[in-house]
């Protein structure tokens, strides 16, 4: 296995442990960051955490997370940490959330781990070892996307209405009536979905860094593609249009 993948999946169960150890629990301290986001105990720890795993294990890489400065992000290699991703799913009970981390090399997520315990789901990818998951039975089983061709056979996730008006007007409403289904199952959990070839598209018009790097290492290591409207970066471009590459064009069509 991947060294780097390795390690990931290693500095995922651990912290596992630790945000099960409070989901559902009347202790759990949340406080409103100034961007009016929540924040836990549970971030902040596990993020901790995994820094202070990455300081020991690969000291010269660079670290981009949700909860504490950036530090040496001019490395050829930076990991880029998600410890809760849907926070506001976890304070209020409901089990899709997980923690996200990812490598990148020279800007591009190769290694992508996704956990979410409470889901009882484990997902990722390197470019040496393919993408994965392990269901809720502990079956492990490779991933791709599907084949689905046309538009009118796809069915499309996405989280809810926020940030749409950063694509062309009435670009929503156009492509929920040009597939066969839409489904809200949002967040990480949509794009994994593409990766596992179970949906086609996923869109999310307004992400962070740290909010994709890991799906799409994943999503690309199962055969889809990921990019913002434009075809650019979807990290540069701060939103991740997810599909099975042969709809992608088509998707992109919709939203520009």
Request: negative net charge; without cysteine.
């Amino acid at each position: 296995m991947n060294p780097d993948l390795e390690l990931a999946l290693e500095m995922a169960k651990a912290a596992d442990i630790v945000a099960m150890s409070k989901f559902r629990s009347l202790e759990l301290s949340v406080e409103t960051k100034p961007d009016f986001t929540p924040v836990t105990e549970v971030d902040r720890a596990i993020e901790t955490a995994i820094r202070e795993t990455l300081a020991r294990r690969r000291p010269e890489d660079g670290v981009i997370g949700e909860e504490f400065p950036n530090t040496n992000v001019q490395a050829q290699r930076v990991w880029i940490i998600d410890p809760i991703d849907a926070t506001k799913n976890y304070i209020r009970g409901v089990p899709v959330w997980g923690t996200l981390i990812a490598l990148a090399v020279a800007g591009e997520p190769v290694v992508g781990v996704v956990s979410a315990p409470a889901m009882g789901r484990l997902w990722w990818s390197s470019p040496q070892d393919g993408a994965f998951t392990k269901d809720v039975d502990g079956s492990i089983r490779a991933i791709n996307v599907s084949g689905v061709k046309s538009l009118s056979d796809a069915s499309f996730s996405f989280s809810d209405f926020v940030g749409w008006e950063v694509f062309k007007s009435g670009a929503l409403q156009e492509l929920t009536s040009a597939v066969w289904r839409t489904r809200g199952y949002g967040d990480f959990w949509s794009h994994l979905l593409v990766a596992e070839g179970a949906i086609d598209i996923a869109i999310e018009p307004q992400l962070q860094t740290y909010d994709m790097a890991a799906f799409i290492a994943i999503v690309q290591g199962a055969g889809g593609k990921v990019t913002g409207a434009k075809g650019q970066s979807a990290m540069d471009a701060g939103q991740a249009i997810s599909t099975n590459s042969i709809l992608h064009t088509e998707v992109l069509n919709f939203l520009n």
